[in-house]
């Protein structure tokens, strides 16, 4: 099985402030991103998220699945493309267009480094970007790796400060709460809570208590 579209290590590092002027969304990570197929931008017309072509030196001018896909073929293999969700971990050069329209809110309503499911820009940009595979390429199937949860949860580093913050208290994800009859606000106000009296502790064993 060959897996294509990977990503690894890379000359470049991530420190990028988003156009929407919030400046807390920076990171000093390391890794290549953006597409490493030749995405067909006529699937992209419902997003206003645009796909960006991997602009690496060597891959940039390449359709790294397609030539996956002609040498596997022969030798009787299967091909996967992957689907890596990491925003955070893609160069500037490297986002997606448009990326600051599709972002999480934090508990604090900054913007996260991460896209919210709820929002209909990068729904449906996933949405189309799975199309784009499974129509265009000689494909066994994709294997999609959502971040976000579990232990990649934001919520899950809420014991280390600047680690993370709970996510999503946008207003599509607001919208969706109410209507299954859930209080976001109500949430916000527990998680706020939550990190008061984290903080709270982390300060006294500042001190030595």
């Not at 920076?26 to 490493?36: E, H, L, Q, S």
């Not at 996260?112 to 000689?138: I, K, S, W």
Request: hydrophobic letters at 35%; aromatic letters at 12%.
């Amino acid at each position: 099985m060959l897996v294509a579209a990977n990503r690894g290590e890379s000359k470049y590092s991530f420190a990028k402030t988003w156009d929407s002027g919030h400046e807390n969304v920076v990171g000093p990570y390391k890794a290549m991103g953006g597409f490493y197929s030749n995405p067909d931008l006529d699937l992209y017309g419902g997003t206003a998220l645009k796909p960006v072509k991997c602009p690496e030196e060597g891959l940039s001018d390449i359709d790294s699945l397609q030539v996956t896909v002609d040498a596997a073929r022969p030798l009787g293999m299967k091909v996967y493309a992957m689907i890596f969700e990491a925003l955070y971990a893609n160069q500037p050069d490297a986002l997606y267009k448009n990326t600051a329209m599709a972002l999480a809110q934090d508990v604090l309503g900054r913007p996260a480094m991460q896209g919210c499911y709820n929002n209909p820009h990068y729904r449906n940009f996933l949405l189309a970007m799975t199309e784009d595979h499974v129509r265009n390429y000689d494909i066994d199937g994709i294997y999609i790796e959502f971040e976000g949860w579990g232990m990649q949860s934001p919520s899950y580093f809420l014991g280390l400060p600047d680690k993370g913050m709970p996510i999503c208290f946008c207003d599509h994800c607001m919208d969706a709460a109410r209507k299954r009859g859930w209080d976001g606000e109500k949430a916000r106000r527990g998680f706020l809570e939550l990190i008061e009296r984290r903080d709270a502790l982390n300060g006294e064993q500042d001190d030595g208590a």
